[in-house]
């Protein structure tokens, strides 16, 4: 099993794209990258708190690799906006790609040149590329949020699904 950490706006849609990628064997959504311990939702939404929306991908990288689940970050979301997405708003709902390894800092740093250079974005991509610090848990709702209310999302960008 390895892990992955992706930020793309708000976490209810981005997890269920993972959610719904073959060789994914489990997801969480949670807070990363800010400044405060164990913050709350509440905390994390006032954009003080440094956190960003995340999920935490555990994958089978016999199944895919953390180059394809990059692809899934990239189309589920616009990455070249700065702090939101679609109508929500502020540093928590920044681009990022939280790294575990020098591996995948370098295969993100190469999949974020590739697509800004095939030309097919109109700005250049904002996602940030840092190193993944504790990843705190967020509160049990927002767990598999659109599984448990029967619901799709709806994701934003001009390659949301």
């Not at 997405?85 to 390894?101: E, M």
């Amino acid at each position: 099993m390895a892990e992955a950490i992706f930020a793309a706006g708000c976490f209810w849609g981005v997890e269920q794209a993972f959610r719904d990628t073959s060789g994914v064997m489990e997801t969480a959504v949670g807070y990363i990258g800010g400044n405060s311990e164990d913050p709350t939702y509440e905390e994390v939404c006032t954009g003080q708190t440094g956190h960003a929306e995340a999920v935490k991908v555990q994958y089978d990288p016999i199944e895919i690799s953390f180059e394809a689940l990059l692809n899934v970050f990239w189309s589920c979301h616009n990455p070249t906006e700065v702090d939101r997405q679609g109508p929500d708003v502020g540093t928590q709902y920044r681009s990022a790609i939280f790294y575990v390894d020098e591996d995948q800092r370098a295969a993100a740093e190469t999949s974020k040149l590739a697509l800004q250079s095939t030309g097919q974005l109109k700005a250049a991509i904002a996602t940030q590329i840092v190193s993944a610090e504790h990843f705190y848990m967020a509160e049990d709702y927002h767990q598999q949020y659109f599984e448990k209310r029967g619901k799709r999302p709806h994701l934003f960008g001009p390659w949301g699904q």
